[in-house]
């Protein structure tokens, strides 16, 4: 994987995918830290965990990428 979560162009079965709300931050294109969400998590037969990603800031659309915890990071999803 590059330094920045790159785009993969396929859709996961949709009754094996899980949604959620899971605020994020993301390393972008140009190496910076950005806010974003997953809605929705999948695991391929290989057991490796897909997410569905977008950036909050420049209205690109979600699309799915491996999930790599140096790449993207959860952030909490409740208040205190």
Known sequence: MTRH????????????????YQPV?????HGS???GRINA??????????CRIRALRGGSPAHWV???PEYVLLLPQGGT
């Not at 998590?41 to 965990?49: C, E, I, K, L, N």
């Open 5 to 20: 979560i790159g785009k993969a162009a396929f859709e996961p079965p949709p009754d094996e995918v899980s949604v959620t």
């Open 25 to 29: 931050e993301m390393l972008d294109a």
């Open 33 to 35: 830290w950005t806010v």
């Open 41 to 50: 998590w999948w695991q391929a037969p290989d057991r490796q965990r897909w």
């Open 66 to 68: 491996v999930f790599n």
